[in-house]
């Protein structure tokens, strides 16, 4: 059974840096496409970065690219996203979510994505 946990969310404030973790249990990253997603109050879901296992890319949206970076630890079978110059429109409920075995392409599109973890809020405020 796939289960993935976010942590490391918080109150920042602007031009500061967060780094997330999603604990996976279940699954081996060389197996699964991993993504990032995020929500914010009142607003679609959205998709922010992934990570493809077929072709060791990682990918992001262009509104966080050149600020966020995707990383890994296999060891600890944990994805990071380490988030730089935070700025309001940053703040959303934070997600990682994975496909299913076999998909092992990216996809921005939150409906391909199967797991899915509770979430860790990102508040960027003065």
């Known amino acids: 059974q796939v289960q993935l946990?976010?942590?490391g969310g918080g109150l920042v404030q602007p031009g500061g840096s967060l780094r997330l973790s999603c604990a996976a249990s279940g699954l081996s990253?060389?197996?699964?496409?991993?993504?990032?997603f995020r929500q914010a109050p009142g607003k679609e879901r959205e998709y922010v970065s992934c990570f493809?296992?077929?072709?060791?890319?990682?990918?992001?949206?262009d509104v966080v690219k050149?600020?966020?970076?995707?990383?890994r630890d296999n060891a600890r079978n944990t994805m990071y996203l380490q988030m730089?110059?935070?700025?309001?429109?940053?703040?959303?409920v934070y997600?990682?979510?994975?496909?299913?075995?076999?998909y092992y392409f990216c996809s921005g599109y939150g409906s391909d994505y199967n797991y899915?973890?509770?979430g860790t809020q990102v508040s960027v405020s003065s």
Do not use: H, K
């Not at 493809?52 to 949206?61: K, M, N, R, V």
């Not at 050149?66 to 990383?71: E, I």
């Not at 730089?84 to 959303?92: K, R």
């Open 5 to 7: 946990v976010e942590s």
């Open 29 to 36: 990253f060389d197996n699964y496409a991993i993504g990032w």
């Open 52 to 61: 493809s296992s077929s072709e060791g890319s990682t990918y992001y949206a």
């Open 66 to 71: 050149g600020r966020f970076t995707m990383s």
């Open 84 to 92: 730089n110059s935070l700025n309001p429109e940053d703040t959303a």
């Open 95 to 102: 997600y990682c979510a994975t496909r299913l075995p076999g």
């Open 116 to 118: 899915w973890g509770q």
